[in-house]
């Protein structure tokens, strides 16, 4: 799991095609690797990657063809900025909201917009993902965990601070680019439970081990 907190802006070393997917070399630039190990997860543009080989500035991670084609991994080229974040550890401080690093869909900026000293951006998803999208709720993008100020049809708004812009790879952007879209996971298993028409069945025989039925 993450939070959304982007660490540090690395940028794409490489790409090395091995067997028909990819392996993806990211320079980490400031990011603090020590306490990383073979096999933890670090975000890549909000894209959950397992680190396969570990290098004094940098990390290399397998990414398979499923994540190349519903992700905007497969269109990065060598000296691409990314968004990195490590896993997030129970004591760490949950600054932004829950996310799992598996994206739900490739959205794109509509518009960037001035707005005093911030910016007004507007993004655009696959219809299938606007419903779980709602003003004022939580939604991670390019793994970077936003507030929607408002939602019309498949667009939505936010409004990125400076400090926001400066320290993501959001200065890089423009409109017309490709972004991955995670939608908090909330709204999802709200859906699954009013989905259904019935409430979740409790465990019968936990319930006799302990004494309710």
Not at 52 to 66: C, H, T
Not at 134 to 160: H, M, P, Q, Y
Request: glycine share 10%; proline share 4%; with cysteine.
């Amino acid at each position: 799991m993450f939070t959304g907190i982007v660490q540090s802006v690395g940028r794409v070393a490489r790409l090395e095609p091995r067997g028909g997917d990819v392996r993806l070399y990211v320079d980490t630039a400031d990011l603090d690797l020590a306490d990383v190990q073979l096999g933890d997860s670090i975000a890549v543009s909000g894209v959950c990657l397992t680190a396969v080989a570990l290098e004094p500035r940098g990390f290399s991670a397998d990414v398979s063809n499923e994540t190349l084609s519903l992700t905007t991994l497969g269109r990065l080229k060598a000296g691409d900025p990314v968004n990195l974040e490590k896993a997030l550890r129970l004591a760490d401080r949950l600054g932004g909201h829950l996310v799992s690093g598996h994206v739900d869909g490739v959205g794109k900026v509509v518009s960037v917009t001035p707005d005093a000293r911030s910016q007004r951006w507007v993004f655009e998803v696959p219809a299938g993902l606007a419903r779980y999208i709602a003003a004022k709720g939580s939604i991670c993008i390019d793994g970077t965990s936003l507030t929607v100020n408002e939602v019309a049809g498949n667009r939505f708004g936010v409004n990125l601070i400076p400090h926001t812009v400066e320290y993501t790879a959001f200065h890089a952007r423009h409109a017309g680019d490709p972004v991955n879209i995670e939608v908090d996971v909330i709204a999802r298993y709200v859906e699954r439970l009013i989905g259904s028409g019935q409430p979740p069945k409790l465990d019968e025989a936990f319930l006799r081990q302990h004494g309710f039925a």
